[in-house]
């Protein structure tokens, strides 16, 4: 085989590598900016294949002439061009000037007059209702204004009701982006930044934190659960209530070591606010920020061993018995 068979297969084999990697990207896991799930999202993805659209054209324009012109020179008897001047100027003029120049400005006026606008955070009193999104390395603690419940890497809403998101820090820089839903916002130190939520139909959308906070960055992500406002309002109630009594032997546990220093369980006197409220933590989909399920067996293995789950979290390891954790997380899977 020639060598330039040899190259072209590489070259083949990598292409097609790397589409598959790129393709892979595609998988619904519910976090796809271009599969739009509200109309804020779907003016972002309209103006994403727009801007994919009219980059496209300009660059196959820009091969296609390269080829033209490669063929030309290697074909011989062909009438020479490009000895007009004027000529010359105006097709520099006209493809290195004016028509960039068009597209650029149409595209500026259609991403930040109509899409920033329609993506915009919400006036006051153009929403419904109002829940804080507080950033922390690395987990999103959710409150909700007028109510006793407080989440963690969830965010409930209701669906067809415009939801103003208040969105701040703990600690350092992060930037709350639910992609199917709307843009991202940034929540910095100092500030309040604001965010309109809204989901058409009920739906699981998962969100990421978009600007690098440190180690587990990449496991800080968050799912936005919208529900159907009667079912909106019973899962608040739920979730403002108190932790059920309990004599379990975990809850003491819990409440005589080290957990009840960070953690809080509303009705009980663990009442601490550097880790997630814990009051309803079994009724919640993932752990330590989507790092891992909700089973048994997945909370066993994060309470006794959260450093090899989640490297750098600020969960320590605790010295207990094997026993003693299987206590504490019997009793926390009884709050739901
Ligand atoms: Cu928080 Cu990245």
Redesign the pocket.
């Known amino acids: 085989m020639t060598k330039w068979k040899t190259a072209l297969r590489r070259t083949l084999a990598i292409v097609a590598a790397g589409c598959g990697v790129l393709v892979s990207g595609c998988a619904d896991n519910g976090q796809n900016a271009l599969h739009s799930k509200s109309p804020q999202s779907h003016d972002i993805e309209v103006l994403w294949w727009w801007m994919l659209g009219v980059a496209s054209l300009v660059f196959l324009g820009a091969c296609a002439m390269l080829i033209f012109g490669w063929w030309r020179r290697r074909t011989a008897g062909l009438p020479v061009v490009g000895e007009d001047e004027a000529v010359n100027m105006r097709l520099v003029v006209a493809f290195g000037i004016a028509i960039p120049v068009v597209i650029l400005i149409t595209l500026f006026l259609v991403a930040n007059v109509a899409v920033i606008g329609a993506t915009a955070a919400p006036k006051p009193g153009s929403t419904k209702m109002t829940i804080r999104v507080i950033?922390h390395d690395?987990w999103w603690e959710v409150r909700y204004p007028g109510h006793a419940a407080v989440t963690a890497n969830e965010i409930h809403i209701p669906t067809r009701t415009r939801v103003n998101v208040v969105g701040t820090t703990g600690d350092v820089i992060?930037?709350l982006w639910v992609p199917e839903l709307n843009r991202k916002i940034d929540l910095i130190p100092g500030r309040a930044n604001r965010e309109l939520l809204y989901a058409d139909h009920p739906g699981v959308y998962r969100g990421q934190?978009a600007?690098?906070?440190g180690l587990q960055?990449a496991h800080?992500s968050l799912y936005v659960v919208a529900q159907e406002p009667a079912q909106f309002e019973a899962w608040l109630r739920d979730e403002s209530r108190p932790a059920l009594p309990s004599t379990a032997r975990g809850r003491q546990l819990f409440l005589s070591t080290t957990c009840s220093s960070c953690h809080a369980i509303r009705g009980t006197s663990a009442k601490s606010d550097i880790g997630p409220d814990l009051t309803h933590v079994a009724s919640r989909m993932s752990l330590a920020a989507l790092t891992t399920g909700n089973s048994l067996a997945e909370l066993l293995r994060w309470i006794s061993d959260p450093q090899h789950v989640k490297p750098g979290a600020k969960m320590p390891a605790l010295d207990l018995s094997q026993d003693d954790f299987r206590a504490i997380a019997d009793y926390l899977r009884t709050l739901k």
């Open positions: 950033g690395w992060h930037s934190c600007e690098f906070c960055h800080m």
